[in-house]
């Protein structure tokens, strides 16, 4: 197949740091072409890809400096709109600009929804647009759509067993890994790891928008012998970080539409301890690959729990359910139903000109 992956360009493909929607496009874009497809992606300038890549921007806008990308991706959207001839299928990643000028040929797009869905500010265009066909990475992210949306299917996010080493004798720490916000909760992390005794290792960024949250809230609460922030680390680095950890904690206060990290620390074998909300119990098995709380009290409990897991376990559980194969496969399945209604399309049209 010809196919075209439409990716972000607040990041580049693959992130240089955090960015999980552009590592997922990565891993698709590169399995895609390992399995023989020719793949075209739309991505900043400084990305690296097997794939024949097309440059939006010189580099990830968040890196250079760029506030509003609205302008850039409206760009990156007419270059996408002129070769569309050249695919079979294209793939958005983009949630929603590509709404009103693909709509005539939707039947050959797929837009992968990766953000959250219950933004009232956002119903519009999909109310607008219903029959744009998307794939929603949980179950829970689409239950705030409207009912008569296109949803092609659900397909979760699968990364390469080999990106980090399973490590089966794990650590002595805690580890939070992500942004820190108040959707992310870092506060909670933070107070199981006092209750416990135990150290927790903080490797996170920090958004503009995210600044005063940090310094008022968050700051004050690292001041802590057990508590080490280390701030934004690479891929390279996350492996050995999420490998050494005695558990992950992933305690969100949010409608989290899927949660890369907790794939992440599955495939090293760390156990996962989140918070029972938006996709986590799509996840996370109980007993088998950590722990869904829904308080600091059932937190500091699946600590101690979490030492009696198998890390092999827990390993097996990622690669029964969240390898970049079973993610391709699927999305290699939405594509040829896709394309069948483009031959449908096509045969309806040729009989209507005869009929002329």
Same mark, same amino acid.
């Given at each position: ?10 990041e ?11 590592r997922?496009?990565s ?28 440059p ?5 806008? =968040?890196?250079?400096?760029?506030r509003?990308?609205?302008a850039?991706?409206l760009?990156m959207l007419?270059?996408?709109? =002129?070769?569309?001839?050249d695919f ?9 600009l ?5 709509n ?5 797009t797929?837009?992968?929804?990766h953000?959250?869905l ?9 109310k607008? !647009? ?11 992210q ?30 002595d ?5 992500? =942004?820190i916000c =108040?959707d ?7 107070e ?8 927790l ?6 958004d ?6 940090f310094?008022q ?7 802590h012998?057990?508590?080490e922030f280390?701030?934004?680390i690479?891929?390279?680095q996350?492996?050995? !970080? ?15 539409? !899927? ?11 760390t156990?996962?301890?989140a918070?029972?909300?938006?996709s ?22 699946a600590v101690?729990?979490?030492?009696t ?22 999305y ?8 069948a209604l ?7 049209r ?7």
């Amino acid at each position: 197949m010809r196919i075209a992956q439409v990716a972000p360009l607040a990041e580049s493909v693959p992130p240089k740091l955090y960015g999980g929607t552009e590592r997922v496009v990565s891993w698709l874009t590169e399995e895609l072409v390992r399995q023989g497809h020719e793949v075209t992606l739309f991505a900043s300038g400084d990305s690296e890809t097997s794939a024949t890549l097309v440059p939006c921007c010189s580099r990830g806008l =968040r890196l250079g400096g760029v506030r509003d990308h609205l302008a850039t991706h409206l760009v990156m959207l007419s270059q996408v709109m =002129r070769a569309a001839e050249d695919f079979d299928i294209i793939h958005f990643h983009v949630d929603l600009l590509q709404h009103l000028l693909f709509n005539p040929i939707r039947h050959k797009t797929i837009t992968t929804m990766h953000g959250r869905l219950d933004l009232p500010d956002n119903m519009p265009i999909y109310k607008a !647009f219903p029959c744009m066909p998307m794939v929603s990475i949980s179950n829970h992210q689409r239950l705030p759509m409207p009912a008569f949306v296109d949803w092609v299917d659900t397909i979760p996010h699968g990364l390469p067993s080999s990106l980090c080493t399973f490590n089966q004798q794990g650590g002595d720490y805690l580890a939070f890994l992500g =942004r820190i916000c =108040r959707d992310k909760r870092p506060d909670r992390a933070i107070e199981i790891a006092k209750r416990t005794g135990i150290p927790l290792k903080i490797a996170a960024k920090v958004d503009p928008a995210d600044t005063d949250y940090f310094e008022q809230v968050i700051r004050q609460m690292l001041d802590h012998p057990l508590i080490e922030f280390i701030g934004e680390i690479d891929d390279q680095q996350k492996g050995a !970080f999420l490998g050494n950890a005695l558990a992950l904690l992933f305690p969100i206060d949010w409608p989290e539409p !899927f949660g890369l990290v907790m794939i992440e620390a599955m495939s090293v074998g760390t156990p996962v301890i989140a918070w029972r909300a938006g996709s986590v119990p799509e996840i996370i098995t109980e007993g088998v690959s950590g722990y869904i709380v829904d308080s600091i009290e059932e937190g500091v409990a699946a600590v101690g729990k979490s030492l009696t897991l198998n890390r092999a376990v827990v390993r097996q559980a990622f690669e029964k359910r969240f390898t970049v194969e079973k993610m391709t496969g699927a999305y290699v399945e939405a594509y040829r139903r896709q394309l069948a209604l483009t031959s449908d399309i096509g045969l309806q049209r040729s009989v209507a000109l005869a009929a002329e």
